[in-house]
Protein backbone atom coordinates (compact mmCIF):
# COMPACT_ATOMS: atom_id res chain seq x y z
CA UNK A 1 0.00 0.00 0.00
CA UNK A 2 1.60 3.21 -0.96
CA UNK A 3 -0.99 5.55 0.77
CA UNK A 4 -2.50 4.63 3.73
CA UNK A 5 -5.36 6.81 5.30
CA UNK A 6 -6.24 6.72 9.03
CA UNK A 7 -8.14 9.17 11.35
CA UNK A 8 -12.22 8.71 9.87
CA UNK A 9 -15.29 7.98 12.37
CA UNK A 10 -18.30 9.48 13.68
CA UNK A 11 -18.42 12.64 15.13
CA UNK A 12 -21.01 14.86 15.52
CA UNK A 13 -21.67 18.50 13.51
CA UNK A 14 -20.04 21.19 14.77
CA UNK A 15 -16.62 18.16 15.63
CA UNK A 16 -13.49 17.86 14.55
CA UNK A 17 -11.35 14.94 13.11
CA UNK A 18 -7.63 14.58 12.03
CA UNK A 19 -6.93 12.60 9.16
CA UNK A 20 -3.54 11.12 8.30
CA UNK A 21 -1.55 10.09 5.32
CA UNK A 22 1.79 7.97 5.12
CA UNK A 23 3.06 7.46 1.97
CA UNK A 24 5.51 4.31 1.44
CA UNK A 25 7.50 5.08 -0.88
CA UNK A 26 10.43 7.64 -0.42
CA UNK A 27 10.06 9.86 -3.89
CA UNK A 28 6.26 11.08 -2.26
CA UNK A 29 8.25 13.41 0.61
CA UNK A 30 8.84 15.94 -2.01
CA UNK A 31 5.27 15.40 -4.26
CA UNK A 32 2.45 17.24 -4.38
CA UNK A 33 -0.25 15.82 -1.84
CA UNK A 34 -3.94 16.80 -1.22
CA UNK A 35 -7.48 15.33 -0.22
CA UNK A 36 -10.56 14.45 -2.51
CA UNK A 37 -13.74 13.62 -1.06
CA UNK A 38 -16.67 11.51 -2.36
CA UNK A 39 -19.95 11.74 -0.09
CA UNK A 40 -23.28 9.79 -1.02
CA UNK A 41 -24.29 10.02 -4.44
CA UNK A 42 -21.97 12.40 -5.55
CA UNK A 43 -18.86 12.91 -7.49
CA UNK A 44 -15.42 12.91 -6.49
CA UNK A 45 -14.32 16.19 -5.77
CA UNK A 46 -11.08 18.35 -4.71
CA UNK A 47 -10.56 19.21 -0.86
CA UNK A 48 -7.21 20.38 -0.15
CA UNK A 49 -3.67 20.49 -1.63
CA UNK A 50 -0.47 21.48 -0.55
CA UNK A 51 2.93 22.00 -2.51
CA UNK A 52 5.42 20.10 -2.19
CA UNK A 53 7.35 22.39 -0.09
CA UNK A 54 4.03 23.02 1.55
CA UNK A 55 4.43 26.88 -0.14
CA UNK A 56 1.12 26.77 -1.90
CA UNK A 57 -1.80 25.72 -0.33
CA UNK A 58 -5.66 25.49 -1.84
CA UNK A 59 -8.86 24.87 -0.77
CA UNK A 60 -12.14 24.28 -2.28
CA UNK A 61 -14.03 27.02 -1.08
CA UNK A 62 -16.89 25.15 1.18
CA UNK A 63 -14.07 24.26 3.74
CA UNK A 64 -12.12 27.33 3.80
CA UNK A 65 -11.87 28.09 7.40
CA UNK A 66 -12.95 25.13 9.06
CA UNK A 67 -10.03 22.54 7.33
CA UNK A 68 -6.15 22.86 7.73
CA UNK A 69 -3.86 21.45 5.36
CA UNK A 70 -0.36 20.02 6.55
CA UNK A 71 2.56 18.02 5.43
CA UNK A 72 5.33 16.20 6.95
CA UNK A 73 8.37 15.73 4.54
CA UNK A 74 10.54 13.83 6.90
CA UNK A 75 7.54 11.29 8.38
CA UNK A 76 6.31 11.78 5.04
CA UNK A 77 2.67 12.33 5.53
CA UNK A 78 -0.37 14.67 4.78
CA UNK A 79 -2.31 15.43 7.25
CA UNK A 80 -5.98 17.61 7.31
CA UNK A 81 -7.48 18.79 10.48
CA UNK A 82 -11.14 19.49 10.47
CA UNK A 83 -13.29 21.47 12.32
CA UNK A 84 -16.59 22.95 12.58
CA UNK A 85 -18.23 19.78 10.70
CA UNK A 86 -21.19 19.81 9.01
CA UNK A 87 -23.70 17.19 7.67
CA UNK A 88 -22.44 17.94 4.14
CA UNK A 89 -18.73 16.77 5.35
CA UNK A 90 -19.83 13.17 5.31
CA UNK A 91 -18.25 11.42 2.85
CA UNK A 92 -14.72 8.95 1.58
CA UNK A 93 -11.90 10.67 2.08
CA UNK A 94 -8.79 9.97 -0.45
CA UNK A 95 -5.38 11.20 -0.05
CA UNK A 96 -3.42 12.09 -2.95
CA UNK A 97 -0.24 12.50 -4.48
CA UNK A 98 0.91 13.24 -7.58
CA UNK A 99 4.62 14.73 -9.11
CA UNK A 100 2.42 17.86 -10.55
CA UNK A 101 0.37 20.30 -8.38
CA UNK A 102 -1.87 20.67 -11.38
CA UNK A 103 -2.68 17.14 -11.95
CA UNK A 104 -2.80 16.63 -8.43
CA UNK A 105 -5.61 19.51 -8.31
CA UNK A 106 -7.69 18.16 -11.22
CA UNK A 107 -7.85 14.71 -9.52
CA UNK A 108 -6.43 13.50 -12.82
CA UNK A 109 -6.30 9.05 -12.40
CA UNK A 110 -2.43 9.01 -13.00
CA UNK A 111 -2.23 10.50 -9.65
CA UNK A 112 -1.66 7.85 -6.55
CA UNK A 113 -4.36 7.29 -4.73
CA UNK A 114 -4.93 5.71 -0.80
CA UNK A 115 -7.74 3.64 -0.26
CA UNK A 116 -9.58 6.38 1.31
CA UNK A 117 -11.53 7.13 4.90
CA UNK A 118 -15.01 7.35 5.54
CA UNK A 119 -16.14 10.21 7.82
CA UNK A 120 -19.68 10.46 8.91
CA UNK A 121 -21.19 13.98 10.33
CA UNK A 122 -24.00 13.29 12.80
CA UNK A 123 -26.65 15.70 13.64
Known amino acids: VQLQASGGGLVQAGGSLRLSCAAS????????KGWFRQGPGKEREFVAA????????DYRDSVKGRFTISRNNAKNTVDLQMNSLKLEDTAVYYC?????????????????WGQGTLVTVSS
Open 96 to 112: VVSESYGSLRSGASRNY
Open 50 to 57: ISGAGTTI
Open 25 to 32: RLDFSRYP
